[in-house]
């Protein structure tokens, strides 16, 4: 087989909050995963990516810029090996995540998609919102205030009107769901699989897991718990992904939220491997 060129491309900076050097660490110990394989991994930065384009029809990335995820969507339109899909990394924004986990039937929270610049009261009171999660719906969190928790429809809409001052423009709210707060984290097509409480072991981004609190330790079925998250993983197309999901005091559970390739920051040695071998799985099945 020929030498595989694979232009592997890091995530901005600015696209990291508070978790820069763990996504540089998973990126960087992936690309010396393929190198193990044989593979030529040429790196470079998203903003380089972006003023000049890459060569190489095989792309492996951790783009966010909106700017980077079109040009992506671009180069697999013409032919490229994108993963993650720059399609897969759009579906990953709030609304559109809303939209396909619903409308998939993947477990998700009752949930209102919202114009900010809407009078909202009568739809969370008919509805039975009362402590709900105010989302922004047109990317990922890139500030604290980009997810807010509130106690009551009054409180919800004073956020709203906080986010149309930010110049937000959609919002996606989340009835809150009582249960222990679990992150996982799951490489598609491989054996890998892992989850842990982040309020326990102390992980936070934005300190908001405090919300939920320490772990009840519900007993789940972990089994089904990866099986929903598979289901996601296809229906947003997304293969390295992680997220949150609620364990509800019955058991079952329900995805609140769902990344493509996050940092793997608990699990990342035993992470890299098998995100390298789908990666390379996914270029033998194209050759």
Known sequence: MAEIKIAGIMRAGAYSPNHIGNDSAIFNATADELRKRGCLVNVYSEEKFLAEGVKEDVI????????????????????????????????????RMTRILLGSGIPYPKSLIVGTDENILKQLVDGGFERCWIKRGDFHA???????????????????????L????????????????????GVHGTDFFFWFYPYDAGHSKYGLEAINGKSRGIKFDEAELRRICDEASEALDVKIYGGDCIIDPDGSMRIIDFNDWPS????????????????????????
Do not use: W
């Open 166 to 185: 930010r110049g937000i423009k959609r919002a996606v709210i989340n009835l809150h769901l009582e249960g222990d707060l679990v992150k996982f984290y």
């Open 60 to 95: 492996v990335n951790m783009c966010r810029e909106m700017k980077s995820i079109h040009k992506l969507q671009e180069l697999e339109d013409a032919g490229a090996l994108v993963i993650n899909s720059g399609y897969g990394i759009e579906n990953c924004t709030r609304e």
């Open 264 to 287: 793997f920051a608990p699990c990342r040695k035993e992470a890299a491997p098998h995100i390298a071998k789908c990666i390379f799985n996914a270029i033998k099945s194209r050759k």
């Open 142 to 164: 890139m500030h604290k205030e980009d997810v807010s928790y509130v106690r009551h429809p009054e409180e919800a809409q004073e956020v709203l009107q906080e986010y149309f």
